[in-house]
């Protein structure tokens, strides 16, 4: 008999409604919208005002509910990429389960991978399908991280923005399905980007905080890394599946800045269409950055069925990951 796999049943994103474009950005911190634009490609981003991560995490999950045809009392497990959590626990799966009605009882948690965040949820989640222990995952990537960023300093404020993607996978053993997905990290290079934590207390001593949980980012350093990690990540799936560059029907990258995207569509020599991109009016949305990406993508027609589909990301950890998908 065929293998059980889980296929991509439907997907959903949400993007808060309130635009920051890079003039705006100019009022805040020495910056012009050149600058930005031809750095990162970034033109605009999305900013939160006063929704949780767990709200916009749970109306990206209602609209890949409803793209699936899955009620929520239906899901088997709810797993959630995210570093920006709206407390430190319970996790914002817990949240999202209450939120959307899905059953009591069931494994509801998040993974912690930064930008990585939606395709580590992804791998998990494939797992629990593969082996038969889950019928039906919600899997989201979400972040906010206005909250985490120093908007004093121009060389981070500029690059990130806040949403939520989900999915809902279903068990399949036909043909459209996730291939493989594969993960991966390396500690070593835990500064090329962090969040030093707002937890530092003990009963000896009091002091306040020493830093500030912004992002800490080596802009440089990370961007040489994540250009050679994102085609090297691309390749590793695409050699595990026996798949050659021009299989590609649309690569969805992590969108991190357009010239790291640019760069991996370079080395594995692809075309314009089979790249998608959306960081020009979302930046980096870290977790949502992703399952974002691909709604819009198969919302415009992008993705038709029998097509092959390949993520891959990087991010703070160091983390990388990618996966294949028949859609
Ligand atoms: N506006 C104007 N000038 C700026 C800005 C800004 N917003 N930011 C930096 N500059 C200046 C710098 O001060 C520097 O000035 P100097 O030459 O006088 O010292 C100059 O611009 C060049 O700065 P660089 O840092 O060398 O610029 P670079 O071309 O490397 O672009 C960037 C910076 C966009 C941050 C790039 O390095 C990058 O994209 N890095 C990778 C980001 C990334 O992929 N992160 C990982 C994923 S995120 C996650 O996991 C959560």
Redesign the pocket.
């Known amino acids: 008999m065929t293998k059980l796999r889980s296929r991509i049943a439907g997907c959903g994103s949400y993007a808060p409604a309130k635009v920051l474009s890079n003039r705006d950005l100019e009022e805040i ?4 919208d050149a ?2 634009t031809t ?2 490609g970034i033109r605009e981003r999305r900013i939160t005002l006063d929704e949780k991560t767990y709200e916009v995490a749970s109306k990206a999950a209602k609209e890949a509910l409803k793209s699936a045809g899955v009620a929520a009392r239906d899901l088997d497990v709810i797993i959630t990429g995210t ?1 920006t959590p709206d407390m430190v626990f319970p996790s914002t799966s817990c949240f999202v389960q209450s939120t959307i009605g899905a059953r009591s009882g069931i494994p509801a948690f998040d993974v912690s991978a ?2 990585s965040g939606f395709l580590y949820a992804l791998d998990i989640a494939d797992k629990y399908v593969r082996s038969g222990a889950a019928n039906k995952v919600l899997v989201i990537g979400v972040d906010i991280f206005s909250r985490i960023i120093d908007w004093t300093d ?2 981070t404020c ?2 990130f923005g806040d949403g939520a993607g989900a999915v809902v996978l279903t068990a399949t053993r036909g043909k459209s399905c996730i291939l493989s997905s594969h993960i991966h990290s390396d500690g070593r290079y835990w500064d090329m ?1 962090y969040v030093p934590g707002a937890i530092d207390s003990n009963p000896f001593e009091k002091r306040p905080s020493k830093q500030k949980p912004h ?1 800490r ?1 080596k ?2 350093e ?2 040489k890394i ?1 250009v050679r990690t994102m085609s090297r990540a691309a390749k590793e799936v695409l050699e595990f599946n026996g798949l050659k560059p021009e299989d590609i029907a649309l690569l969805i990258p ?1 969108q ?2 357009i ?2 995207v640019n760069a991996t569509k370079e080395r594995l020599k692809l075309t314009d269409d089979q790249v998608f991109s959306n960081i020009d009016r979302y930046g ?1 949305t ?1 977790a949502a950055s992703i399952p974002l990406a691909l709604d819009e993508a198969v919302r415009n027609r992008r993705i038709k069925r029998g097509d092959i589909v390949i993520f891959v990301s ?3 950890g160091l983390t990388w990951a990618s996966a294949a998908v028949r859609w």
């Open positions: 911190v020495e910056t012009s600058w930005i750095r990162t570093v930064a930008c121009r060389s500029v690059l980007l992002v980012m802009g440089n990370t961007f994540a992590h991190a800045n010239r790291i980096n870290s990087f991010g703070g």
